[in-house]
């Protein structure tokens, strides 16, 4: 079980740290990651971090403003956001599955069998 925290209210361009702690089941061999899912739009990738070897994935959109790191010792995951924009704006969801998957795949929602509830951000002046 996957439960996500630290969303909030934010103006733009400030920073907001999202974390993702398991429970039941070490994920030190799965790959991890955050999507997000805006009203009326699809849930998209945001950033990933496979299992072995532990690269680092990011959306376009978020690259070089958003962190994700992993805490395996501790089994939980974070998304650091910095920089924030309105568009930003959206419900974060944390996702886990086993293994590897292909690089094609890890940015899919299908990859994934394992979900938190999801923490709200509002990035807004």
């Known amino acids: 079980q996957l439960q996500a925290s630290g969303g909030g209210s934010v103006q733009p361009g400030g920073s907001l740290r999202l974390s993702c702690a398991a429970t039941?089941?070490?994920?030190?061999?799965?790959?991890v990651a955050w999507f997000r899912q805006a009203p009326g739009k699809e849930r998209e990738f945001v950033a990933g971090?496979?299992?072995?070897?532990?690269?680092?994935y990011y959306a376009g959109s978020v690259s070089g403003r958003f962190t994700i790191s992993r805490d395996d010792a501790k089994n939980t995951m974070n998304l650091q956001m910095n920089s924030l924009k309105a568009e930003d704006t959206a419900v974060y969801y944390c996702?886990?599955?086993?293994?590897?998957?292909?690089?094609?795949?890890?940015?899919?929602?299908?990859?994934?069998?394992?979900w938190g509830q999801g923490t709200q951000v509002t990035v807004s002046s």
């Open positions: 971090i496979r299992y072995s070897p532990r690269g680092t």
């Open positions: 039941g089941r070490a994920i030190t061999t799965y790959t």
């Open positions: 996702a886990a599955r086993p293994g590897n998957p292909a690089l094609s795949f890890l940015r899919t929602t299908m990859a994934y069998d394992n």
